[in-house]
């Protein structure tokens, strides 16, 4: 499949077209259901459980950076919702908008990484299309999955949910994948070395699903608008202040001096790796040493509280006694992050 | 919501994201998973069927053409492969990824005629994403949709169960979609006032299934590529030859008009809402009246056979005793046209 560079009739439903998806799409992806070419993936449902499903598109810019890439995005993006949403990861679809002249060789890095996450997430790639666009009308490549799973019965997750005194954490250090793209882009004027934080989050949900119960109220992946929108939107729903300890938010010195070179909140930027979970006060203890256990949230921490209800607004407590709003940034001083 | 244009902020996940998705997406779609804003949707399974789950990107070029629009196409594209795999179709997500400087009025419209589609087809729109990219980046407006529905138990469709002696059905004339798009574009000497065919298929397909049952071997809508590519794949899936009698074929006047001017073969043009059956010969005659009692089925036309098995191709039966294969063409004479 190498050396060459994708041309119209990739996108044709012609016989170019058809060599693509079978030397490059089938045989990567290497499903029985793709593998039938029938338009349509059937699965088997789980008894008793109902269907989770969510989408996402994928633009990122560029389309591999450190620690990722589009493809393993698109996969850990997709599976991460389903994930943090109380469903069991089943099977993606994938659709590929190609623009004219994408090396061949870029398109089956990607597609070999989307296989690799999927794996890593034990989740199938069932259904996918791709078209092709004339130069200029993409850049060169945006990728947008669906995903389906099982809820099990008995499973109810959601911000409406959290009752003030539940207790907030994350599974890790945010911002990751933000400064690292920024960092990728050569925006910087110093070299940050930092990776994305680009994992699936599948394992870790299910650790903490099965260990909290209905204790555990609701779980979220802070991606574009990063933990700034979760916690608004949290807020939000269930009516509650949400109330956050600056300090006890873990952020990386690397990704730190990314936000203040740019004048950057860290709050603000897309993590991809991370789970924000509100838990029962009886149980955080317990949340944490569950997260901390698993290697994709050994630097998880408890960083604040559901205060009263009433008052639907996210407030950040400084470490020299003060506290600041933490409302939504109006532009976007990130396109094209995720 | 109208008058202003799409900015980057409306990509961002902040403020300007969340009037969007509130003032336009929740209020045209205007469901209950969607509303909750939960990343994921939650549905309840039919007891006993599987689940089909599929694909689709589109990225139409112009986005409102006659008989439709990009919106519209998202839904019926999906839907119909839904439909013609056997499930009945249940719910969408719509992927919208948006050129810096689109229209918001545009924006509206298409989303409006989705959720007229939507509700045409009976199915629902329960998630969406949204990312916007930068001017010269995109071409205004793609949409991928991924689609579910439930395939009842024992329902059994697939290529792979075409036999010597099966008919082969189409539900309407063939090539109006390829060639209302290509007028539209202006790219045509003469002004052809063709609209496209583009529609739900799902109560077209459900009736057909109902009567034949097990007699119906296989379904596919013919879109991009159209009846020859369909041909072909079930062609190569049964390993029989398939005969079409090229008189037999509904094609209108105004899209052989068409195809004589930029020399297509009109079995080469997609289609949006036609569908291509191969049924049980002891039930042809049936399928053909139930397909002609149906609004969406009153041109079908039984075009064809299953000949000897050992032989994957397509042949076209000319109307003086010639004969032609039907091959694949290796380029893409018609470049975003879905």
Request: hydrophobic share 40%.
């Given at each position: 499949?190498?050396?060459?560079?994708?041309?119209?009739?990739?996108?044709?439903?012609?016989?170019?077209?058809?060599?693509?998806?079978?030397?490059?799409?089938?045989?990567?992806?290497?499903?029985?259901?793709?593998?039938?070419?029938?338009?349509?993936?059937?699965?088997?449902?789980?008894?008793?459980?109902?269907?989770?499903?969510?989408?996402?598109?994928?633009?990122?810019?560029?389309?591999?950076?450190?620690?990722?890439?589009?493809?393993?995005?698109?996969?850990?993006?997709?599976?991460?919702?389903?994930?943090?949403?109380?469903?069991?990861?089943?099977?993606?679809?994938?659709?590929?908008?190609?623009?004219?002249?994408?090396?061949?060789?870029?398109?089956?890095?990607?597609?070999?990484?989307?296989?690799?996450?999927?794996?890593?997430?034990?989740?199938?790639?069932?259904?996918?299309?791709?078209?092709?666009?004339?130069?200029?009308?993409?850049?060169?490549?945006?990728?947008?999955?669906?995903?389906?799973?099982?809820?099990?019965?008995?499973?109810?997750?959601?911000?409406?949910?959290?009752?003030?005194?539940?207790?907030?954490?994350?599974?890790?250090?945010?911002?990751?994948?933000?400064?690292?793209?920024?960092?990728?882009?050569?925006e910087l004027s110093m070299e940050v070395g930092l990776d994305s934080d680009c994992r699936p989050l599948a394992s870790l949900a299910r650790a903490l699903l099965a260990a909290c119960?209905?204790?555990?109220?609701?779980?979220?992946?802070?991606?574009?608008?990063?933990?700034?929108?979760?916690?608004?939107?949290?807020?939000?729903?269930?009516?509650?202040?949400?109330?956050?300890e600056e300090e006890a938010v873990p952020v990386r010195e690397a990704v730190r001096g990314v936000c203040e070179l740019l004048?950057?909140?860290?709050?603000?930027?897309?993590?991809?790796?991370?789970?924000?979970?509100?838990?029962?006060?009886?149980?955080?203890?317990?949340?944490?040493?569950?997260?901390?256990?698993?290697?994709?949230?050994?630097?998880?921490?408890?960083?604040?509280?559901?205060?009263?209800?009433?008052?639907?607004?996210?407030?950040?407590?400084?470490?020299?006694?003060?506290?600041?709003?933490?409302?939504?940034?109006?532009?976007?001083?990130?396109?094209?992050?995720?």
């Amino acid at each position: 499949m190498t050396g060459g560079r994708i041309t119209l009739a990739h996108g044709s439903g012609g016989r170019a077209m058809g060599e693509l998806v079978r030397e490059l799409f089938l045989e990567v992806f290497d499903d029985p259901e793709l593998r039938r070419l029938d338009d349509l993936a059937r699965l088997e449902p789980a008894a008793g459980g109902r269907l989770g499903f969510t989408t996402d598109c994928h633009v990122i810019t560029p389309p591999i950076f450190p620690g990722g890439d589009i493809g393993r995005l698109a996969v850990c993006g997709t599976v991460n919702d389903l994930a943090v949403g109380g469903a069991e990861p089943q099977a993606l679809s994938c659709g590929f908008v190609l623009e004219e002249g994408l090396e061949l060789a870029l398109l089956e890095r990607i597609v070999r990484s989307m296989k690799a996450a999927a794996r890593e997430a034990g989740v199938r790639i069932v259904a996918g299309d791709t078209k092709v666009v004339r130069r200029g009308e993409a850049d060169r490549i945006y990728i947008t999955t669906a995903g389906v799973g099982w809820i099990a019965a008995g499973t109810a997750l959601g911000p409406e949910r959290i009752r003030p005194g539940d207790r907030l954490l994350v599974s890790g250090p945010v911002g990751d994948h933000g400064a690292a793209v920024l960092d990728a882009r050569g925006e910087l004027s110093m070299e940050v070395g930092l990776d994305s934080d680009c994992r699936p989050l599948a394992s870790l949900a299910r650790a903490l699903l099965a260990a909290c119960g209905p204790g555990l109220r609701a779980m979220r992946d802070p991606t574009r608008g990063g933990l700034t929108a979760v916690l608004n939107e949290f807020a939000r729903h269930c009516g509650c202040r949400l109330e956050v300890e600056e300090e006890a938010v873990p952020v990386r010195e690397a990704v730190r001096g990314v936000c203040e070179l740019l004048g950057l909140d860290p709050f603000d930027l897309p993590c991809e790796g991370v789970l924000l979970a509100v838990v029962d006060p009886a149980q955080a203890g317990q949340a944490l040493e569950v997260l901390r256990s698993h290697p994709d949230g050994a630097h998880a921490q408890l960083i604040g509280e559901a205060g009263r209800a009433g008052e639907p607004e996210v407030v950040v407590r400084t470490p020299y006694g003060g506290q600041r709003l933490l409302d939504q940034p109006l532009g976007d001083p990130l396109p094209r992050i995720c």
